[in-house]
Each structure stands twice: as C-alpha cells, then as structure tokens.
C-alpha cells in the first residue's frame, strides 16, 4: 500500500524503530550506512537538531545506541582488519564486530584483549562502552588495550586521539557512549594464543558466601573467572567458571594438528512469537535447577572451545525475544569490597517481587581506568536480567540505586535504561569533568542520544 | 524520556485546569517526572492545579497561556514547548459541554462548542503530531468521549464535537503508526467534573481519579483506544446497533 499523499507524519523509507537489546523504548531515527570518514564528516557537517550517534550492533541493553529524530549511522562497512602479529596488535574499522574480529585472529593464534559475554558487538560500541569481561581482575577494561582510536568529532574534524598523548579527550571518548564523537578506527593490542581452547576450572558453590569468599581466595589464579548464581533460590548458589586459555601441548593429540580451529555458530534464531510473561518465577526455578544441576560439584582442566566459554548465549540468534514484547532490562551495579552484602540485598529483594531470571552473574572488577565515565571499579560487579514488566519493579530499583549510591557504587550505561539522572551525576562524580572534555570536542552538541536526552548528560 | 518501566520525565497538558487531566498527572508514575506544562487559560482555576501539583512534589510545573480557539497561535505554542525539551506524553484535554437545548437555541454557543472540541483539538492535535514526529517518541492522549460513539438527541451537539474529535484522532493514531510516536484514545462515559455538576448521573459513573487509572495502564500497555470504564466498550457496542426508531426513544 502507498501513501496517497506525502505525508509529514508518516515513517520515511530510511527511518528505522530502533530500540536497545531490552526492546523496551524503540524511538525513531534516521539510519544511514556511511563506508569512509568522508562520509562520516560529512554526516556530522550537515547534522540538524536533532543530532547524529553511532549505533553498532544493538546490545546495549537500554537507550543508549538509539536516539530518537536523529541520523544513526551504520559503520558496518567500515570493518577492516588490518593485523599485525609482529607487535601483537590489531587495527580494525570500528564497525568491525568481535564475532568477525575473532573468525580472523584467533585461527592466527591472537585474542581479543577483552571480550563481553557476546561477540555480537562492534569494536566502536566496545570502545564506547568501554566493555569488560571475565578478566576484568587481571586486565582491565577493552578501552585499557586501545592504543589509539580515529574519531570524527563535533566540528567534523578527523582526530587521532592516543592514550599516551591527548589523554582527556581519550578518556572521555573510551566509555563516553559515543557522544564525544564518531569513531572510525581503532588499534588495540591482542593476546597471543597457541590454541583456541581454554582450560576450566568448575566448581558448584553452595551459597553466595561460598561463591564470593572463593572468588577473592583464588580469582588472582585465573586470568578469567565469573560466577552464575541461580537468582530463583535464596541461598544464592551458583556455578563458578574459572580458565585461561590452554597452551597447544595440553590438548589431545587428534587436536594438536590444528590447535587454533575457530568455529562459533549460533543454531537457532529465536522467533518473534514468545508471549510475554514466560521468564517468571515458575519457569525460572525450573530452568536455574537444571543449569544448576548439570554443573559438575568440581572439575579442572575441562577444554572448551572459546565460544562456549565466553559466549554462550550467542548460540542462538534473538534471544532476547524470549522475554515477550514488553522486553527486560538488565540491572548491573559495581560497588567496592566493602559493600558485598549488596549482592545478597539485590537478589532478595528482586527474588521477593518475582523478578528472576536465567542470567544473572557476579564478577570481581579489578583496578579502575582514567576513563571519567568507564563504569568498572575495584570491588564487584552484578548483573541481573529482569523482565520489565514485573510489577513494583520501578520502586525496587530505586531502592536499590539509593544503597548502591550510597556504598559509592554505580549503575553501568550500557545496560542502563531507567536509572534517575540524579542518580548519573551523584554516582559518577567526574561527569562534569566529562561534560568539560565532551562539550570542547562537540561544542554545538551534534552527538546524542535518548541515554544522553534521558540522563541529562 | 520514556524510561524502559514507563516513567515519563516530561508531560504537556492541552486543557490545563481540565479535572481529568489533573488526576492523570498526579496518577502518572513521578519518580522521573521533571517538567510539567499546564497549558490553558490563565485563571484562578490553572493557578490552582499547578500548586496543586506541586505541593503533592512534582517538580518543574508551569502555566502556560494556550487557546484552544485561537488556532493562529497554536504553532507557535507547540514548537516553543518542544523546542525546550522533548515531551513523552500530552494530554489533549479541553473541551466544553454546553447545555443541548441552550445550544439549539443559540447556534452561536454551538459553534462555541465545536470550535473548542473539535476545531481547536485538530489544529493543536496536529502541531504535537509533526513535533513527536520530528523527535521520533511520545505519546499523544486525546481525551473522547462515548458521546461520540452514536449521537444522541439529548446531547448531539457535544457528540457530534467528540465524534469528530475521535475520529480524527483515530486517523491521526494510524497516520503516526510507526513512527514512535503514538495516540492513545479516551473514551469516558459519565465522569463527576465541574463539567458534569448538576446533570443527573448515568450508571457506570466514574471519578476523575478512575479515569486517570485506566489512562495510565493503557500507556503502559501501549494501548490505542480505552474505554472508561472499560465495559462500556460493550455497552456501546450494543447501543450502537439499536435500529434509530428504537434508539431515539430510549431515556438516554
């Protein structure tokens, strides 16, 4: 069908709903497919009120990759991989995704510095959210290994920016949620592999302080670690995963002749039909039993390919279809040692109301970087997926936010998409340092977002 | 913004003093609530409904001078608002019940009447479509009526306004599909107002309060059209298929 007339109100033919990994407040944006800096620049020159961001691959749990009435570019064609194994670095276009990265490097025996729990995300949204993983205790934040990154800024000037050399508007950009400008390039360093297996460490543990006092015991052992806790039951037991990668001699000998073999393929793509209300607490008591169940009680030195290890959950395609239409949102909080017991406060008190979930993961986070708004500090991190429909939901996290604040602990912006910009300011004490090195390197605000629009950033 | 658990930081009121419209706000989800615009004639009565509002603590609520008649001005009006910050929600909320028999005595109070409900609603309608277009989110609230459903002989004036109001409303809701943004349709049936004093009250009557209960669940929901309350969707439906000989008898 057509449009009779050219209608002001209509959706155009390039505009897209575009909503978070969440799907739960899809605004719309103009998306443009840009393959060079000119592009880009040109983009940013002509940008009109209602400004111009990047968008990678959409995992951003809540608004923070979309922004409503704006131009969102699509960096996908700019995905170069240049590596070099002579300096153990590479240098990607930042549409690049891991998922493409790791098909490249890893057969020629390199690894990402970090990877998130999905592949599925661009070298620029790692940057921009300066993304951990479970090395965070050892290694640090992705935006810790870039040793510089090319930038299209506010004035549609092409910028190199170095962490050893302008290091402010670096650091605001690592973590800066892509409002300091749009990155096209970036160059980071990589971990040398002699396989593509890693060894792991298995162990059941009983109850949270099970699982935490083993963490701070042994984590310093392994350079990854992550804890799954089962949120449906009020011990707060869990399966806690630990490994490195495995050197090429301790794989058996039909493996050792192709040590460094990558295959990651999702099997299914999950259909746009679940109902909402399916992950409620019926079906999650069920499905934490059984996970929990199928961990060994202990187990060393299992191989397992890298993509069962580090992402699971991008075995099937879409998964977050199966939280229904009303969608789900992620609550992840980091707070120093000190303040633990939020651990247990969070899942008790999302457990009381019937907000559980299948995902739910705690994490020691090592040192924190210069970067004003990189999200990780020493201490712990949780993280915890909730259907957003669950009633009393809006009050308890508010609750929560207050005693994560007041433990000088924060909320993370890439999962972030309901916290009170209150809240953004008192949590990140640097945001105005932040705002100071943002506003400089885009004077006339072009970059936006509904994260930036939402949290008066 | 919208927040992924429906809690609006910005909403604008047409009809600012409008007893619905007030409720609403208040029923609203607050704890992200930051800017409030009560637009409508300045007056004791808008005066009132921002202390009001403001004393129950929300906060950034202002008066804004708006004619829903002086449709010349509404552009202005509309992209003033907008331009100083992005509104989740507006509630279209004036209108004026004249008495049937004043009205069919005195065209002039007719006229009155359709210029404000329907004329007034469509030129301000229309200017809030283009701006939550133009930032891609937001929601539109056009306050109905079952009035509007099938006309009466006791009140035809008032519902031929509503009846016109509700279908452009609904073209509107379906012109925006898509976009973001999005109209959601009121249809109250008898509700206790300063509007309504003094009439005698229809079964199925409700307070401005329950109106505002249903208005806020159906934006959470996302709904299109709801009905207060919502089994008078079936009552209307019934009525609706009345032959006209049968139905201009009935005592309603």
């Known amino acids: 069908m057509t449009t009779p007339v050219e209608s002001p109100l209509a959706r155009g033919a390039s505009e897209q709903l575009l909503a978070g990994w969440g799907r739960t407040s899809p605004t719309l944006a103009r998306v443009e497919q840009v393959s060079s800096v000119d592009e880009v620049r040109q983009v940013v020159a002509g940008a009109g009120p209602r400004g111009v961001l990047a968008r990678g691959l959409g995992r951003t749990y809540g608004d923070g990759a979309q922004s409503g009435g704006a131009v969102v570019l699509d960096l996908s064609p700019m995905s170069d991989v240049t590596l070099d194994p002579a300096t153990s670095t590479v240098t990607a276009g930042a549409g690049a995704s891991l998922d493409a990265l790791l098909r490249i490097i890893v057969p020629t025996g390199f690894f990402v510095p970090v990877t998130p729990g999905t592949r599925m995300v661009t070298v620029g949204g790692a940057i921009a959210a300066d993304v951990h993983g479970k090395n965070h205790h050892v290694e640090g934040t992705f935006g810790s290994h870039v040793q510089s990154l090319t930038l299209v800024d506010g004035r549609g000037d092409v910028r190199i920016l170095e962490q050893s050399g302008q290091g402010e508007e670096f650091w605001a950009t690592v973590g800066g949620m892509g409002l300091t400008g749009v990155m096209t390039e970036a160059t980071f360093d990589l971990i040398p592999i002699t396989s ?125 279809r199966g939280y229904g239409p009303a969608g789900f949102l992620q609550y992840q ?10 651990v247990g406060t ?32 020493p201490g712990w991190t949780l993280a915890i997926d909730v259907p957003a429909g669950v009633p009393g939901l809006a009050q308890v ?61 | 913004m919208m927040d992924a658990l429906g809690e609006p930081q910005s909403v604008l009121v047409l009809g600012g003093s409008s007893e619905i419209a007030l409720a609403t706000v208040k029923a609203l989800p607050r704890a992200r609530l930051r800017r409030v615009i009560l637009a409508g004639r300045l007056s004791p009565a808008l005066d009132a409904a921002v202390a009001d509002l403001i004393a129950i603590g929300i906060s950034g609520v202002v008066a804004e001078s708006f004619d829903a008649t002086d449709t010349s001005a509404h552009a202005e009006f509309v992209d003033r ?79 031929s306004t509503k009846a016109g109001l509700d279908a452009f409303a609904q073209g509107l809701g379906d012109a925006l599909h898509g976009s973001g943004a999005r109209v ?68 309603i």
């Open chain 1, 196 to 320: 593509s297996m890693i060894s792991v460490d298995t162990d059941r543990t009983k109850d949270l302080d099970d699982v935490m006092a083993r963490m701070i015991e042994g984590d310093d052992r392994y350079r990854y670690s992550v804890g799954w806790i089962d949120s449906a039951h009020p011990s707060g037991r869990g399966v806690l995963t630990r490994g490195d990668h495995a050197p090429a001699a301790w794989l058996p000998a039909k493996r050792r002749a192709d040590p460094l073999a990558y295959g990651a393929k999702a099997i299914a793509t999950v259909p746009p039909v679940f109902p909402n209300g399916l992950v409620n607490p019926l079906t999650m008591r069920a499905f934490n039993e059984v996970w929990f169940r199928k961990a060994p009680m202990s187990r060393r030195g299992e191989l397992l390919p890298i993509a069962a290890f580090f992402h699971p959950l991008d075995i099937a395609h879409e998964w977050n």
């Open chain 1, 333 to 342: 909080f980091s707070v120093p040692d000190a303040a633990g017991h939020l």
């Open chain 1, 346 to 377: 969070t899942l008790d008190r999302l457990r009381a109301i019937g907000a559980m979930s299948p995902v739910t993961v705690l994490k020691r986070f090592g040192a924190a970087n210069p970067g004003p708004l990189s999200f990780p500090q």
């Open chain 1, 397 to 457: 996290l508010d609750g929560l936010d207050e005693l994560v604040l007041a433990e000088g602990g924060r909320l993370y912006l890439a999962k972030d998409s309901r916290m009170s910009p209150a809240m953004m300011a008192a949590s990140y004490p640097r945001l105005g340092e932040w705002q100071r090195v943002r506003d400089r390197m885009d004077p006339n605000g072009v970059f936006t977002s509904d994260l930036a629009r939402r949290l008066s950033l």
């Open chain 2, 81 to 159: 608002i907008f331009a100083a910050g992005d509104v989740d929600v507006v509630l279209l909320a004036f209108g004026v019940l004249g008495d049937q028999a004043e009205a069919e005595n005195d065209p002039a109070l007719a006229v009155t009447m359709a210029t404000t409900n329907y004329t007034g609603a469509v030129s301000v309608g229309l200017h809030v479509a283009r701006r939550l277009r133009v930032q891609g989110h937001g929601t539109l609230v056009v306050m109905s009526s079952v009035a509007g459903d099938r006309a009466r002989r006791t009140n035809f004036v008032y519902g």
């Open chain 2, 184 to 251: 959601l349709i009121v249809r109250p049936g008898f509700v206790r107002t300063r509007m309504t004093a003094g009439l005698d009250e229809a079964p199925m009557t409700l307070d401005p309060e329950d109106v505002a209960a249903i208005i806020v669940t159906a934006l959470r929901k996302g709904k299109e059209t709801v009905y207060a309350p919502g089994p008078l969707r079936f009552v209307m439906m019934g009525l609706k298929s009345v032959p006209r000989p049968v139905f201009r008898k009935l005592p």
